[in-house]
């Protein structure tokens, strides 16, 4: 097997050991490094040259990515950027996780497994419940994996496992249906009225709407969503239209929802529309 495509199987990152097995010598190893083909990130690892710089960084601190650092390289969803790393021992200024010596390695980054485990321990539960959503909806591990996971993790952990759906369409409706359950307000999600899907029905009575940040990245969304608004509320029915920030003001947010629903003009609608 020639180096690069060892280098890729091995997830971009590799130990000369783990070359070598792979029927990699030490003198194409050189050669390719002579070429400006791989780059040497510290003795004995070896990586791509599109490597990403915190990939590169975690290798050199003698750690792997984790948590949301990890969930950044994946594709995964994630509230706010931070370096987290697992090391066998603590890394001066970073925020490291040492609760298992030596996880399963992809890459730069622990295994799939790993990552949700530290992501769990660390994130808060609203985004943990994110994270597990879009897992379950891109079908992102298998069913002996979310049983392994389940087995690893501290009963309040394993509760927020116990909630994962792939109903919702985006990290904003899970941390919103996630504030949901904790306040006990009665919710459907993906409800079909008339011609249009709404993200949030409330006691049957109040449409809430969720915007991301692609809310705004596309003029012809903007342009859908502002024709579906305009025909639900002349179709009688109130809509409540949220953004990330205000979602994450629960207070203020679960305030309003309960004035609003004691409003005698909120009243159960019926579906029926064109």
Sequence with gaps: MDLNTALRKLG????????????VTVGQVEAAL????????????????????IAKRAIIDRGLLTC???ASELGWPYQRMEYHLRAPRPVEGVRTSCRRIAPSRAGAN????DVIEDYLHCQPPAW????????TRQQGLSESQWRELESRVPQNQRQILNLRSGVPESPLESVFRYTLIKTR????????????????LINGKLVVETHG??????????EKDRERVLWLRSQGWDVIELTFKQ????GGLERLIRNALKNPRYRTRSFVGP
């Design 185 to 200: 307000l009665r919710h459907e999600m993906q409800v079909k009225i008339g011609r249009y899907r709404v993200d949030f």
């Design 247 to 250: 979602v994450e003001d629960w």
């Design 128 to 135: 943990s419940l994110a994270l597990v959503d879009f897992l």
């Design 110 to 113: 622990v295994g799939p497994i």
């Design 34 to 53: 002579a070429r400006c083909e791989v780059l040497r990130l510290r003795k004995g690892w070896y990586s791509l040259t599109h490597i990403s710089p």
């Design 68 to 70: 949301v650092s990890a």
């Design 213 to 222: 940040a692609e809310f705004h990245a596309s003029h012809h969304a903007w």
């Design 12 to 23: 971009g990152v590799a130990k000369l050991s783990e070359l070598k097995r792979r029927g």
